[in-house]
């Protein structure tokens, strides 16, 4: 048998696929706590996240809702840090803490038979954490080393500034660590905003994996009793820079500049935030977008491009990031303006959309795949304020969107002079 | 247990089929048995760079990409100093795409030269964003010339220097595909929601008439075994002292793999370890350390390396791993220790395996070693491990004329 090898085997194209949302149980604990869980999977794992109100935006002080988060897991009144962390690595667990700007959470991963053993001392780390002075001592000490190292790397530099530059120094979403920060933090600071934010505080549980029977009675026993009060999230004024053009040397030696390009954004709840993630995705946000066949895959100036649209509640941003040789990187920002150009000026052919959207959909069909994954929409929509149908509206928008839409859309948002511009060497 | 079918087709191509029916996608895994360590030692770098213009257009399909992503797929691929593996998902009643573009190149590529120049500079520039513009980036490239002499292991899968990328030619390009790309050193696995008759019909088709090609027999340099330690000073413009040392280990397929792999996990890896709670927590002398070996098909290197609080002496710091060295060379481990890391091990396997791509990934790594069967022991092999084995592999590794040491110190 010869096949012809130049003729591509009929596809189904995945604009046309259904795509679903597999639904997600909810129940509330008897404190008022909303529980969301996916019980699906054949591994016999689950993960479960406690996503408190605890983000930087509730601080007063820089770095005191990261420090809080951090030092959960370093000492209670039963237990020390060493205790802690061998308890949940003997049963083969992962138990993580990450702060962001609104929220907080708490991440354990864990075989589904030992969840038992693990959640009273996930309990003990929300109502008995001690932020033993030592330890904090010890935390301020690695993280200025840490920061030192950091701010050697170009990337790192450009990364802070970037951010600071769209939203203002003074926000949560713009400001960043300084070694003086570090040792300005206080330990009575840090029981305070653990006792408010954490014991006291609201909190929103996401559970998925293969669930055991009792999961709800198990929750309620461990996390039903916790005050779960009201928390307000702050507010604060955007302060963006006013100055659109930097260009920073950090390392004379350098022979890379990391670029990035940024320009304001409204958030999820904006209409046009579903159609840009269409444009996005075309202008730099998979391999085969504009910014990555030109200045990659033609001029060879960097090993990657993307943009991307940033993930914040409150106001996002439209970002184009890539690392380019240092006698490039002018080149490597004239062609980002002239891709822009190119969707401001020409609609879009039918072929490029077919393939954005089958590539988008081809990709959500992979992203839905597994319990973690569709757990991870799901908080997503609840943190955001969204609801199912936000979903669905997305798939809506990937499989309709004309080329005078996105090319309308361009003429809005794809304006040099509304963007950011950032070098770094 | 993850259940499988293997069979070959008559040019030599091993085939591997792992059905998963609970997801919509399909995954194609192909492995080639060529890395770094394959390279000629004037031209490091080359495996790596490969691996970029296998996505510069085959000979019957000028984009490798674009049709791919019109089929709603998606794509990757690494490299590493022992192999080259190059990974597809897409959905399900779309495979046939995947086969069709992974045979073709399989096939031939289209060796142009404009892809070879644009590839050239763009792993230049991946070198420059990961070994040349971070502090210590260079690190692992000094340690591994000092700890290997022989050995091709003594460069890095990324090359040894610029140079060798920049002056890369299409002839050594074909020279290479003819060589390593061949059926009969590849194993391509085919897994998701597919079934085992269609993959067989579909890889006949696709893959039955590409030449097998002659099977590369591997006869490189054995590195000896090291007489006395080495060390090395290194002084730049970094922020903090930095420790690296490593000590020569054996090979993946060794049984006294999985001791040394507990070994690691013991010493560093958690909140827990040793390391982490007797140098960075007590001592206060690190302010992060690691211990990891590099996993790799042939003899290896077991390591630990961290960063110094500052103004610790890093004599003192060396002294203080040693320490902690004599303690696991010289009691038993306790049976709760041991099973908090074999714990521990189960269900890092529990949860890599929930992704149908680390599955195939896996399978395809574990036939590639030898038997994709290997897979469905590992755990079994943790489990054997004795407190004993513990000690007495500590004895072995952790002597200092089996030992490389770095100090990488920040200058001024």
């Not at chain 1, 203002?168 to 009575?188: C, I, M, Q, V």
Request: proline residues 4%.
């Amino acid at each position: 048998m010869t096949i012809d090898r130049k003729q591509a085997p009929p596809i189904v194209d995945a604009v046309n696929f259904n795509l679903s949302l597999k639904p997600c149980q909810q129940f509330t604990l008897q404190n008022g706590v909303q529980v969301y869980a996916v019980d699906a999977g054949a591994e016999e794992v689950m993960l479960l996240e406690w996503v408190f109100f605890a983000g930087n935006s509730q601080e007063e002080q820089n770095l005191v809702a990261a420090t809080t988060n951090f030092l959960l897991r370093n000492g209670t009144t039963k237990r020390t840090a060493f205790q802690i962390n061998e308890h949940f690595e003997y049963y083969g667990a992962y138990l993580n803490r990450s702060c962001y700007n609104e929220t907080a959470t708490i991440t354990l991963h864990c075989l589904t038979k030992h969840v038992g053993e693990l959640l009273p001392v996930v309990k003990e780390l929300i109502t008995e954490s001690t932020m033993p002075t030592e330890e904090l001592a010890i935390y301020q000490q690695n993280m200025k080393q840490r920061l030192k190292v950091n701010l050697k790397k170009s990337d790192f530099v450009a990364g802070r500034l970037i951010d600071a530059y769209l939203y203002g120094e003074k926000h949560p979403y713009g400001k960043y660590s300084s070694a003086e920060e570090f040792d300005a933090l206080d330990r009575d600071q840090l029981l305070h905003f653990y006792n408010q934010y954490y014991t006291q505080g609201r909190f929103v549980l996401f559970v998925a994996g293969k669930l055991p029977l009792n999961l709800e009675p198990l929750l309620n026993q461990q996390f039903g009793d916790l005050p779960n009060q009201p928390v307000e999230v702050k507010q604060t004024a955007l302060q963006p820079a006013t100055e659109k053009k930097a260009r920073i040397t950090n390392d004379p030696n350098g022979v890379q500049g990391s670029i990035r390009m940024a320009r304001p954004f409204p958030n999820r709840h904006h209409p046009d935030f579903l159609k840009v993630q269409v444009l996005n995705a075309l202008f730099g946000g998979f391999f085969g977008s504009r910014l990555m066949s030109n200045i990659r895959e033609d001029k060879g100036y960097t090993y990657g491009i993307h943009s991307f649209l940033h993930n914040h509640i409150q106001h996002s941003a439209w970002m184009v990031s890539t690392e380019a040789g240092k006698d490039v990187c002018e080149a490597t920002i004239e062609e980002v303006y002239k891709e822009m150009k190119g969707l401001r000026d020409e609609p879009v052919s039918e072929e490029d959309l077919l393939l954005v959207r089958n590539y988008l959909m081809g990709s959500l069909l992979g992203d839905l795949d597994g319990p973690f994954q569709i757990i991870g929409r799901w908080k997503n929509i609840v943190l955001h304020g969204l609801t199912e149908q936000y979903f669905y509206h997305s798939i809506q928008t990937i499989k309709t969107i004309s080329a005078e839409e996105l090319q309308a859309l361009a003429q809005k948002y794809l304006k040099p002079e509304e963007f950011f511009e950032l070098v770094v060497v | 247990m993850i259940q499988y079918e293997k069979f070959s087709l008559s040019n030599g191509l091993r085939v591997i089929v792992h059905q998963d029916l609970s997801t919509p996608l399909a995954v194609m895994d192909i492995m080639y048995d060529v890395g770094a360590r394959d390279e000629d030692p004037n031209r490091t770098g080359f495996a790596h760079l490969f691996e970029h213009l296998m996505f510069g257009g085959s000979v019957n399909i000028p984009d490798y990409d674009e049709p791919l992503q019109m089929a709603g797929g998606e794509n990757n691929a690494y490299t590493t100093n022992d192999l080259t593996n190059y990974y597809i998902s897409l959905p399900a009643e779309n495979l046939e795409t995947a086969f069709w573009l992974e045979s073709d190149r399989m096939l031939s590529l289209a060796f142009g030269e404009k892809s070879l120049e644009t590839q050239r500079k763009v792993v230049c520039e991946e070198f420059k964003e990961h070994y040349l513009t971070k502090p210590y980036g260079d690190a692992w490239h000094k340690m591994r010339e000092l700890a290997y002499k022989v050995h091709p292991y003594r460069w890095m899968t990324i090359g040894k220097e610029l140079s060798h990328i920049e002056t890369a030619r299409l002839e050594d390009v074909k020279n290479f595909f003819f060589k390593h790309y061949r059926p009969v050193n590849a194993v391509l696995v085919v897994a998701g929601n597919v079934t085992v008759e269609k993959v067989k019909a579909l890889a006949e088709k696709w893959f039955g008439d590409i030449p097998s090609g002659e099977k590369y027999v591997r006869n490189l340099p054995q590195e000896p075994e090291q007489q006395e330690a080495r060390r090395l000073e290194i002084k730049a413009n970094v922020p903090l002292d930095a420790f690296y040392k490593t000590w020569h280990i054996g090979s993946r397929l060794d049984q006294k793999y999985y001791i040394t792999d507990l070994v690691t996990d013991i010493l560093s890896g958690g909140g827990s370890s040793r390391l982490y709670q007797s140098l960075v927590k007590e001592k206060k002398l690190f302010s992060n350390i690691d211990c990891s070996h590099s996993g790799s098909t042939e003899n290896g290197l077991l390591s630990i390396e961290g960063k110094l609080v500052k103004g610790v002496k890093i004599e003192d710091a060396e002294k203080a791993v040693e320490a902690e060295l004599d303690k696991i060379r010289n009691e038993l481990v306790s049976e709760s220790e041991l099973q908090k890391v074999k714990n521990k091990t189960e269900s890092m396997i529990a949860f890599e395996d929930m992704s149908v791509m680390n599955r195939a990934n896996s399978l395809a790594y574990y036939e590639i070693l030898g038997d994709a069967a290997w897979m469905n022991f590992e755990l079994q092999k943790y489990g054997k491990v004795t407190a004993e084995d513990i000690r007495r592999e500590s004895r072995a590794i952790f002597r200092e004329e089996n030992s490389n040491t770095i100090y990488y110190l920040a200058e001024g």
